[in-house]
C-alpha cells in the first residue's frame, strides 16, 4: 500500500482494535473509547472490512481475537506508543537539553555580549550546542527562515516586519585612549577627536555613517585601522596617539580589563536598538523559546548596566 493510500484510510481505528484485544468486549472498549455499545460495533465492522478478516469470534460474553488481530496489535504497540510520546505535552527541561542553535550576532555581539550570556545559558543547560555565526544584516530575513541561524542579535537593518523580535536596550558609541595618550586625562573635545588619529572597531557601515555625519562639515579624520577586533587596535597604540571609537559595551569591557582610558563621544549620536529576531517557524518551539527568553533577559540586563 502507497502512503497515499494509508491517508485516505481512517487510522483511528487500529486504536479502537487495540483496545478492543485488550478488553476483549465491545461494552468495556465503548466505555474506554467513551462512545456507544452501537458506535463501537460500527468500528468493529469497519475494522473488519478494513482489515478483511473477522478479528474476533464470539465465545459467551467475551471477543476472543483472532491470530490476525492478535498480529496486528502486536505490531501496533510501537508505532502507538511512539504516538503517544509526540502527542504528550512536556515540560522543557533544560539540563537534559541537547539541541544545537546558530545565533547570528554582530562583530559587538560577539566580543561584548556572548560571552555575557553564554556562562548563564551552559549553567542551566549544559549540553545544549550552540554556534555562532556573522549575522547578515541586509539578508537578515532568508538567514533566519533558509540559512539555518535561529536567532539573530543586532540591529535592525532591511526588512525585519516579517520576523518575531523582541527588543534588548540601546547600545551608543565610546572612546577609548591608552593612559599615555596626551588626553588620558583630560576630557575629549570635538576638536581633539578630529585632531588625533583614529581606529574603529566593530561599527557596521551604519553606525559609520551616523559618526561620519555627525561630523561631515569638519574636515576628515585620519582613521589608520577599521577592524573588528579590538586587539588590532591595542597593537597600535605603542606606535600612535590612538582614538579608538566602538560601542560603549565593548568599550567599557576594554578599559576594565586593559587599563584604558574610556572617553564619551564628544558630540551627539542617537543610541541605536539592538533587537533579538527570529523566524516565526520557530515560535513554539520549546527549548528555541526557552532559549531565547535567557538570552533577552540577560542582554536586556547587561546594557541597562
Not at 123 to 137: D, M, N, T, Y
Request: with cysteine; proline share 7%; hydrophobic share 40%.
Amino acid at each position: 500500500m502507497e502512503l497515499e493510500d494509508i491517508y485516505r484510510q481512517d487510522l483511528s481505528l487500529l486504536i479502537a482494535l487495540q483496545i478492543l484485544v485488550e478488553e476483549c468486549s465491545v461494552t468495556q472498549a465503548a466505555k474506554r473509547l467513551h462512545l456507544s455499545q452501537s458506535a463501537t460495533s460500527r468500528i468493529l465492522a469497519r475494522l473488519r472490512d478494513m482489515l478483511n478478516d473477522p478479528l474476533f469470534t464470539r465465545v459467551g460474553q467475551k471477543l476472543v481475537p483472532t491470530p490476525f488481530a492478535l498480529n496486528c496489535y502486536s505490531q501496533l504497540q510501537q508505532p502507538t506508543g511512539q504516538l503517544i510520546e509526540l502527542l504528550t505535552p512536556k515540560e522543557f527541561n533544560p539540563s537534559e537539553c541537547q539541541q544545537k542553535f546558530t545565533i547570528a550576532a554582530t562583530d559587538y555581539a560577539m566580543q561584548a555580549i556572548v560571552p555575557f550570556v553564554l556562562p548563564e545559558i551552559y549553567s542551566k543547560a549544559p549540553c545544549i550546542r550552540l554556534e555562532v555565526i556573522p549575522v547578515q544584516h541586509k539578508e537578515l530575513q532568508p538567514q533566519l527562515s533558509q540559512q539555518g541561524a535561529d536567532l539573530a542579535i543586532c540591529r535592525a537593518i532591511g526588512q525585519t516586519r516579517q520576523l518575531s523580535q523582541e527588543f534588548l536596550g540601546k547600545v551608543g558609541v565610546s572612546c577609548l585612549l591608552s593612559p599615555e595618550h596626551p588626553l588620558a586625562d583630560s576630557p575629549l573635545t570635538l576638536a581633539d577627536y578630529l585632531y588625533y588619529p583614529h581606529a574603529t572597531i566593530a561599527i557596521s557601515d551604519g553606525v559609520k555613517a551616523l559618526v561620519d555625519s555627525a561630523i561631515a562639515a569638519h574636515p576628515d579624520r585620519n582613521e589608520l585601522l577599521r577592524t573588528s577586533h579590538l586587539d588590532s587596535a591595542l597593537t597600535l597604540l605603542k606606535f600612535h596617539p590612538l582614538i579608538i571609537t566602538l560601542p560603549e559595551g565593548m568599550a567599557e569591557l576594554a578599559a576594565s580589563k586593559h587599563r584604558l582610558r574610556l572617553k564619551p563621544l564628544p558630540f551627539e549620536i542617537p543610541p541605536l536598538d539592538y533587537n533579538l529576531f527570529w523566524h516565526s517557524k520557530s515560535e513554539l518551539d520549546k527549548a528555541h523559546k526557552w532559549l531565547r527568553e535567557e538570552i533577552t533577559a540577560l542582554i536586556r540586563q547587561l546594557l541597562k548596566q
